[in-house]
């Protein structure tokens, strides 16, 4: 671990860190999150009549739509070829909730947790827009990085409940 | 609040929701979010040599710029031509926080929650990129709507704790 | 219907149309195309294992973000706000092909039959990325205007077959 | 070829393919289109007038920049690195026609078949876009691949007439 | 002409500008700049065997393409509907450059001047990228905006030369 | 030093240069530009009041973010993987401008000084728009590649004035 901020130089500027020189090694992260609605909603969208619906297609979609585009979300992001996404989305009644984890791999010079983070976050938000006219209280919480591994640092995992 | 999805029709099929009979009025939201970190971690970009950093500054733009991007990200938000963006940030030490809100503006047919929301998630992101060296374990919660007005629903508030 | 290219100049240089002084109306548009394959394949995506799978949902939501993105990329088409994107996939098994629909919709000063095109292709391109491995001899075809209306033209309706 | 779809799991559920461990190749595809359109119209953009005009130059570019763009308007494109991008026009007067036809080329772990369909599609909907005010009438059809070579597959080509 | 910087509170916090209850008017704006090269490379695209070729026709579309991203590009300008965008070339061999000029339009809440820069730059940059192999000691200068009308300010008229 | 426009052919038809073939090394470019302001709006942006505020922050993101999207907006660029990018700013009082300069890298087949020079128009271009409205007769100027290395051609410097 740094002691000190990757992306800002002395006077606090920030730009993109150089990974020129970094190996081309085989990366991946897993991230999760969570939306909390009312059992009314929850029981909406995984019972009955909008049971076999698209709104989990459309939000793992959206979720694997937006870690393609996480170099032109996060500024400091490096543009990255990732070779595997995959959203899933696991009902949990007892919670009131979806929890929602991604997987993303690719060779390269970088990690992909920002990625695995950002499939998570717009998943989340695309559940929270197909069911916000119905229950506007939802929160999304618990997005956190799971699991990264590849590059210098090699295997991390999440030790903290969040 | 309807009793059905909108966006899903009898078959369950998702489409974008017909808004061209609707009214053009002011429409407003604000959202709210956090990301946990360790004490160390948030004094590092409050105090000291990355207090007059660009940290903030560098998470405000990217929120900004994902409140524009919304109708890309989420499939079926409407393309929409916000006429205000704004983005804010308060370290709340005593929990190892900052808090992260945001407002949105427009006269239009349709809300601006979904805006509002991924402008508070996507500068959640970026902190937590420009901090994910010194502090893997950081979590984004609480992302949720505080109030919303405008079109013929009128003012919301929250009145649920997130 | 005018003489000659609305979007070139005496010298053949192509800039985009002048629409600041028409009038906001209604407008709307709907397109149609199929893709061709064979009856295996068709079977596999409307039958069986897949049959409730995610494959039509992944194909209309990538022709309503296309539709979207219209102005991007079609040089020429002025930036829109679409109120109402539709996209529904009718299989023809009797021609070995699915049928796809789109229907666009806004208040504005130009049409958007090339909005509703452009989900057409989309729409079709994506059928054919998750179904070439089985079979890459599909071939799409047939995609036109079906109706237009709104704006100066007032209504219009395709008679020839396609 | 696969008997069952690549991008679908057993429970139908999409995401992008894995092709974290296919070996960089170079690779190579072809693909075609046709835009039929009115002798009047095909002779308004090749003869007279218009002949030298940007009309295919507009349409040329189109389609190179959706060659780009292919990994964020086909949702489990994986995003690529395109080394090369060709589009070419021949105008049938004896079929009243315009032939479309893409060039693309990369050293990766996937095909381009889909970069080089989406540069045909694009490239005909933009000629559509340039005559539609002359022409509404157009079809856009015949979209297909040619050839395909590099990968484990090796070289592929179309035998059946489109 | 303001006495402080409209896109900054009092803690120097950037912000987009609130526009929502500014009037929808007719705005228009027009920009200019230069592209200064060798005599040789101006006379490669201007004479000879590229004369007729697309250099000028690839620029174009750049430009006009840049000016609809601009809200993409600037991350403090607003999302806008342009409803004209027109760029143009004026080979100068007396000065060895081109000036390429620009012209945008909109009914709307706030100026285009910023979408007009954005043309010009993108437009020299395209030139730029085209001839850079025989001529790397390129010049783009004197990009200004010329005029803008429209709005509470009404016309304004650069009097200054660059 | 070629004696041809490399992104033509000999009907002057403009495409993406083929790299296939060409080696992967290590490529950087250095740009820089201007933007002339008055005495008055280079003090409020480097002296006062604004001195601390995010206006440096503001263009230096934005360029960052627009070198990673030259391949979109420069259409026949192709798309790169960056490593490393750069952006500063100098405040030049004598001159009443504000000197931008960038760095970008990438272990690629392609050179990156478009990615450079993009990076500095639009940081001088968000620049502009943070101080229009207290001065409109700002000049971007002088926007040139100073050095570039890696490649075939190895190490190139400006030797010229700009």
Request: with cysteine.
């Amino acid at each position: 671990m740094s002691d000190s901020l990757t992306h800002l130089n002395a006077q606090g500027e920030a730009n993109m860190v150089d990974v020129t020189d970094k190996a081309v090694t085989q990366r991946q992260a897993t991230a999760q999150g969570y939306i909390k609605m009312s059992a009314d909603t929850l029981a909406m969208i995984t019972e009955g009549k909008h049971k076999k619906g698209d709104v989990f297609a459309v939000a793992r979609i959206a979720g694997i739509q937006a870690a393609k585009k996480c170099g032109d979300l996060i500024p400091l992001c490096h543009p990255l070829m990732l070779t595997k996404v995959q959203v899933d989305f696991t009902p949990e009644p007892e919670h009131n909730r979806v929890k929602v984890t991604s997987l993303c791999k690719l060779s390269g010079q970088t990690g992909v947790e920002m990625e695995a983070l950002t499939a998570v976050s717009v998943a989340c938000l695309t559940l929270f827009d197909m069911c916000k006219a119905v229950d506007p209280n939802m929160v999304i919480e618990g997005i956190a990085v799971t699991t990264k591994s590849g590059g210098k640092s090699g295997h991390w995992e999440r030790t903290q409940s969040c």
